[in-house]
């Protein structure tokens, strides 16, 4: 093969001077420059949103996979004393529409859904016709119902859980324990007395959720929740049950207006029952009177009429004034005071003291009250809790009415002797009985029950005054006395009954409140009852007729249920017990 | 020089497929957690809904009702009756 060299002339093509482009540096350079200015721009910005100030995209990024949940805490229960619910919270779901996307529903799809909820079609268009963004359909809804609604997925609705509080003994504890409202805020009772333990109060934790809403990892800090503690009350629902009950029956036998009834435990200060007559449903709270809310023994004062009597026995004794068989002249059975006349209902002549509470005898106390001066008797009456409310932390607990003694009048001190124109709570009355009950000393009250050793109470009167005390009351409740009815079989009970004018609009009406506060078993007494019973117009209005019949039930179903032995002389019982003292 | 640049990548792919997999079987786990986690509360529900219930049919008016009228019980006299005192005697008793 001939290889044919090209003739060396000349320039090659590529080295053509022609062809010599070449550029001025500087023109390179500026170029390169500004490229690198732009990079380092980016760079600068990158720098400048990720590390430096990264909040926002940082919070735009979470928005789309990070959500807060909150956990919710159930509110605390409330039980009696042997841990029986009376107040229990349980889930329920409330059913809500964001009115816009829900009214897009067909017609089929509204009907199914209204059944569900037990409502009408109207009812539901109503509700949707709402111009906000948030409107509740249902609340308190069973979950059951709710989750036959989840899976339906209509357009719109949403379902939030909530609580709703179940009250199982009803009626029967209404009024000491109370209620809350929808948004599980006590209202009314213990539920309200006790809000802030009972009260739960919800947790929080942050979580990542998938594509799916499922939650697949926690991020940052959990707050657990905490559940509201629960509260043991002192109420024996046994207790509470014969009390109520036995009221109950009481007032409709006695065609009365009302009624209360107050259980203490003699020993402790707890309030083993408390009931009210009327009284409501807490489950079902609708159309509900104020006199069904009012929680009377507690909220309503009255004239206690004789049941004060034997405080001035007491403090007679006490200061030494008279003795125990001390004859009081009681004939004719009135007496005059300034311009009025104090009688008694049946007269009566010559009366030992311990008589002239047995009897009742109005005349009597009078004789006995005037021997003191009033500031005396004003501080008795303030030392046993008179005219100062009873310190439950129980909403609307009242003070009563006890005046000032510097104005008292003699025949303001003569009626006050025997429990007129002062003005008492059925509470403050059973727990100033609680000094015959305890050697003379005021028990504190107790709503919630008492683990350790029971408070001391301040000393009113001596244990000696006490005691004739006692048979003072235990002789009223006997065979001679204003309140036979008031015995309970197989136990010595002593008590006070009082028949007390009402008063309406400043005047004593021919209108009646019958009473009856006693202490029982005697020999070592463990319960204080008291009991109420408003304007009663059939069957008899004196306290003994009325009020000691609820008390015999009463007394008696309640040392049965804690197991009290008898104490009285009975053949049986005696024979029974054999374990000597008790 | 190459050939150990190549391990290392490998080790690295290695490892981030590691990461990968016990991220899934973290959440896995945490899935399962949750769920068991639902079903405490659920069981908690239903406790408390048979608790509520158990008190509904225990209470006092309903039991006195069915032993008077269905089992015809009566409350026995005084004179019949034979209260035990509790042995041994309860704290606080005198």
Redesign the interface.
Known sequence: MVVRRRPQRGHRYTESPVLQLALQGWRSRTVGLLLMAAFLALVARGFYLQVIHNDFLQEKGDSRYRRDIEISA?RGKIVDRNG??LA????MKSIWAIPGDARTMNAPQKRQLAEMLDMNVRELDGKLASDKTFTYVKRQVS?ETADRIAVVKFPGIHQEKEYRR?Y???D?TAHIVGFTGVDDKGLEGVELAFQNSLFGRPGSRTVIRDRRG?????VGATKPPQDGKDVRLALD??IQ?IAY?QLKEAVEKHSAKAGGAVVIDA??GEILALANWPTYNPNNRERLSGAQLRNRALTDTYEPGSVMKPFTAALALERGKVRFDTVINCAPGRMTIGSATISDAHPHGALTVAEVIQKSSNVGTTKIALGFTPKEMWEMFDSLGFGQAPNLGFPGEVNGRLRPWKNWRPIEQATMSYGHGIAVSLMQMARAYTVFAHDGELMPLSLTKIDE??PHGARVFSPQTVRELRIMLEMAAGPEGTAPKARV??YRVGGKTGTAYKIEGGVYAKKYIASFVGIAPIS?PRLVVAVMIDEPTAGGHYGGDVAGPVFSQIT?GAL?TM????DAP?Q??EA??G?GK? | MLRFNMILLLVVVICALGVVTSQHRARKLFQALEAEQERVRQLDVEYGQLQLEMSTWATHPRIEKIARDRLHMVTPDAVGRVIQAQAPIKKGAR
Not at chain 1, 214 to 218: P, R
Not at chain 1, 563 to 566: D, L, Q, S
Request: charged share 20%.
């Open positions: 159930s029986d619910m229990v919270s349980t889930p979950p179940f199982p003994t009803g029967m499922s939650i697949v990892e926690d629902s046994k049950y009950s020993r402790t050793a029971p079989p197989g070592d008696g049965r197991g009290v032995p008898p009975i049986v019982a029974a017990s374990k008790l």
